[in-house]
């Protein structure tokens, strides 16, 4: 039996007005609504009392990872996209501004970073050597983005309204040559979540109440896999094979056949089950359970929940590492990331903003891994 979401999320919203209590999922409580092509953007309202609280420390000459790659984490809150060295877990950096970004991911070679620039029409472009930044014209109010393996295409989920009618259902495909919007595909209606097939064949989209199957080389739907259930999360399994997709309505996870949509099996999680991502040998699976504050471990195997893990309050992304030894939390609330050793099932650092950090203005709703440029 579906139960209605209760959210336990507080998002600053309007600068320095009050918090306020959402019921329905975050583009509710930024005003998400109307046609899906209005004509007048929104104002940035990037300078509420405070500033954005992540803050990189005074160390002069620190200026990139030490080490392999880096962290890209989106601060809906926090109106700016953090630089982290994903080994020290060390903020390196907070200079990208953005408008309530919920969405961010990067090229393979980690040259170049996409961000939902969720507050506006735009995904915010920035060249990671140089640090330049550029704005592509999307549609209302993106919500997520994804980069296709090759690094040649960028998806990006446009949410228009919230749901029903006024909402878009728009998949826009940007050129990563060339930066402009290239394509439109028509999805179901409110697209939240996109996710590649390691192969880049095929992109998964969750919608209000269907998962949409593109066919990446011909640029459209192919499968429609209904879910009234309304699912949220979505990873897929490095065969691409299977789906994994939260629906926090139902309070499970279900797993799917990529292929044909049927489900092999639904698991039973905590309450709100929100965000999913696999480890690289598609051994686990990670589900962030936003109102218990935990996050549920998968065997995939067996399709069981083998672990509970606490975290932050109100866990709401979710990304394990390249090379699949930690798994990052973002939550909401908290305003901070836990960050869990795979092998342990611990977890072994916090990060957050520093002194003088007020946690519920980060909310990082978005986090990519990418090689250091």
């Given at each position: ?5 209760s ?6 919203a309007?600068?320095?007005?009050g918090?306020v ?17 209005p ?12 500033g ?22 989106a ?19 907070t ?6 970004a919920?969405g ?13 620039d ?6 915010l ?8 930044e550029r ?7 993106p919500?997520?983005v994804?980069?296709?393996?090759d690094?040649?295409k960028?998806?990006?989920?446009v ?11 728009t998949?826009?495909?940007?050129d990563?040559a ?6 439109q595909?028509?999805?179901g209606?409110?697209?939240r ?17 269907r998962v949409?199957v593109?066919?990446?080389a011909k640029?459209?739907?192919i ?6 259930a309304?699912?949220q999360g979505i990873?897929?399994?490095?065969a691409?094979?299977?789906l ?8 499970r ?14 698991i ?19 589900v ?8 549920a ?10 672990g509970q893990?606490a975290?932050?309050?109100l866990?709401?992304?979710?990304a394990?590492t390249?090379?699949?030894?930690e798994?990052?939390?973002g939550n909401?609330?908290?305003?901070s990331v836990?960050?869990i050793d795979?092998?342990?099932?611990a ?11 007020k946690?519920i203005?980060?909310e990082p709703?978005?986090?990519?891994f990418?090689k250091?440029?």
């Amino acid at each position: 039996m579906l139960k209605k979401i209760s959210r336990r999320r507080l998002l600053v919203a309007g600068g320095a007005a009050g918090l306020v209590m959402l019921t329905a999922p975050v583009g509710a409580a930024l005003g998400l609504t109307g046609s899906s092509s209005p004509q007048a953007r929104p104002t940035p309202t990037n300078s509420a009392p405070g500033g954005p609280k992540w803050e990189a420390p005074s160390r002069p000459g620190l200026k990139r990872a030490a080490t392999g790659y880096l962290a890209y984490v989106a601060l809906a809150g926090g109106y700016n996209v953090s630089t982290v060295d994903a080994a020290s877990h060390t903020i390196l950096a907070t200079d990208i501004k953005t408008d309530a970004a919920q969405g961010v991911a990067a090229t393979p070679d980690g040259k170049k970073l996409y961000v939902a620039d969720t507050g506006q029409y735009d995904v915010l472009v920035v060249n990671a050597v140089d640090h330049g930044e550029r704005t592509v014209h999307v549609g209302p109010y993106p919500k997520d983005v994804a980069v296709s393996p090759d690094g040649t295409k960028v998806y990006v989920a446009v949410t228009g309204g919230d749901t029903g009618p006024g909402g878009s259902d728009t998949i826009a495909v940007i050129d990563t040559a060339t930066d402009t919007v290239v394509h439109q595909i028509q999805v179901g209606t409110t697209p939240r979540k996109v996710v590649f097939s390691r192969d880049g064949a095929r992109a998964y989209v969750t919608c209000e109440d269907r998962v949409s199957v593109i066919d990446v080389a011909k640029g459209r739907v192919i499968h429609t896999f209904r879910d009234k259930a309304g699912p949220q999360g979505i990873a897929v399994d490095p065969a691409g094979r299977t789906l994994y997709v939260t629906e926090p309505m139902a309070g499970r996870v279900s797993v799917i056949d990529a292929d044909t949509g049927r489900t092999r099996q639904r698991i039973a999680a905590g309450d709100q089950p929100w965000a999913v991502d696999v480890t690289p040998d598609g051994a686990r699976a990670y589900v962030t359970q936003m109102n218990d504050d935990t996050v549920a471990v998968i065997d995939t195997a067996s399709r069981k929940i083998t672990g509970q893990i606490a975290v932050g309050k109100l866990p709401e992304s979710v990304a394990v590492t390249p090379d699949g030894r930690e798994v990052w939390v973002g939550n909401g609330f908290s305003g901070s990331v836990s960050v869990i050793d795979v092998a342990s099932g611990a977890v072994i650092a916090t990060i957050a903003g520093g002194t003088g950090t007020k946690p519920i203005d980060a909310e990082p709703l978005g986090i990519a891994f990418a090689k250091a440029p």
